[in-house]
């Protein structure tokens, strides 16, 4: 099959389809490969390196798309990429059609087959593809927190990890999925106090069993949240209801009882945001104060660590872009369940009925 991979053109979206390795593996199974030339550049992969795995360098994004029978790249396509869109061509990446209309609407037309990343399900009801990504920004979230905790960036002024003879600082987490235990390893790691609280009692039992005695689990109700939020310096928001809208579990009253600076790390954002004073942000402008509590909410956290997001992703997409190479779409997905879960849009109709929620 013929593959190609694009510079991702989406602002600020400096993450690759492929790495070399993945090249280097297509090549092994005898498929050819074109990148358009600079794509993996925000990820510290350079031309060089993709040549010396084999691939064919392109200079313009228009050419990779007529020239492949499968296009692999980690954001939706975006409209000035829509004419390039074929009939029957394959196109894999992250497309949260739900998200847009125009989108949906342009990949009907295409007439292409459009496998997306966020709806690739295993059998035990996880998303393969959207984990890596959860792990990244479970694991920043901390990494955020602790720098915006500094006094000249507005925060209160404390070193997370604490000194001898100086406690830790208080780190709150809000559930326990794969961005709660992600920050809970980073923030118990840097010597913080943790709590963390979840709905679901399984998890707080696989919490407190895998984490060490400094992270305390606790139900989330309502009153242990007015509790803690009272005492913690850092609060991170990591809840998912699958399918609706995050809880807005920490309200605006409930400001006034944090002390002034304690910073709040809104993971959840992408889903409408578990606090009830949540607003998108960028990474040019990630934060913004509300009642002296510092607000960190950026939509695509792993955005700002592309090399690490870049590989994590493409670590678990490779499987499936060889699977699709070596069989063909159609076989593909009639052998992998978990595959066939993330057909969306497949020659002109939906096939995903979640789109149209
Ligand atoms: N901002 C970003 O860049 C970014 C990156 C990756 C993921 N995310 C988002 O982070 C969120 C969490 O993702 P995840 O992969 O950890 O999901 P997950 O399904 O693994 O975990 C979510 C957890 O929230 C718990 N929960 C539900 N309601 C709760 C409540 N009322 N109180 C406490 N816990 C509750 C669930 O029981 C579950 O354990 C999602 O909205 C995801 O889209 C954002």
């Not at 990779?64 to 954001?75: C, E, G, H, R």
């Not at 998912?240 to 809208?245: F, H, M, S, T």
């Amino acid at each position: 099959m013929k593959i190609g991979v694009t510079k991702e053109i989406k602002n600020n979206e400096s993450r690759v389809g492929l790495t070399p390795a993945g090249v280097f593996e297509l090549i092994k199974n005898n498929h050819t490969v074109y990148i358009q030339k600079t794509a993996g550049e925000g990820s510290g992969f350079f031309d060089s390196d993709y040549e010396e795995a084999g691939a064919t360098l392109i200079e313009k994004a228009a050419e990779v798309f007529a020239l492949s029978d499968m296009i692999v790249k980690v954001k939706e396509p975006i409209a000035e990429e829509y004419p390039y869109i074929r009939e029957n061509q394959i196109v894999f990446t992250y497309f949260h059609f739900a998200s847009s209309d125009e989108l949906t609407q342009a990949m009907i037309e295409s007439k292409s087959v459009c496998i997306a990343y966020e709806t690739v399900e295993d059998e035990d009801g996880t998303l393969p593809l959207l984990t890596p990504m959860s792990e990244v920004a479970g694991r920043m979230a901390i990494q955020q927190g602790a720098k915006y905790l500094e006094k000249p960036i507005k925060g209160r002024g404390i070193l997370l990890g604490g000194v001898p003879g100086v406690p830790p600082g208080k780190v709150l987490i809000l559930g326990a999925g794969v961005v709660g235990i992600q920050a809970a390893k980073m923030a118990a790691g840097l010597g913080a106090h943790v709590t963390i609280l979840d709905i679901n009692m399984k998890r707080l039992r696989y919490v407190n069993d895998v984490m060490p005695p400094h992270v305390i689990t606790e139900l989330s109700t309502e009153y242990n949240i007015r509790r803690h939020i009272k005492n913690h310096d850092l609060i991170v928001g990591g809840v998912l209801i699958p399918g609706a809208k995050a809880p807005k579990l920490i309200t605006r009253d409930m400001l006034k009882d944090m002390h002034p600076g304690t910073v709040m790390v809104d993971v959840a954002v992408d889903q409408g945001g578990c606090f009830e004073t949540t607003r998108a942000t960028t990474h040019e402008d990630p934060t913004y104060i509300i009642d002296d509590v510092v607000h960190y909410c950026v939509a695509n956290m792993p955005g700002a660590v592309p090399y690490t997001s870049t590989l994590a992703l493409t670590n678990v997409t490779l499987p499936y872009v060889l699977k699709i190479a070596n069989l063909g779409w159609e076989e593909a997905c009639n052998r992998n369940k978990d595959l066939k879960k993330g057909l969306n849009i497949v020659k002109g109709e939906i096939v995903y009925a979640d789109i149209m929620k």
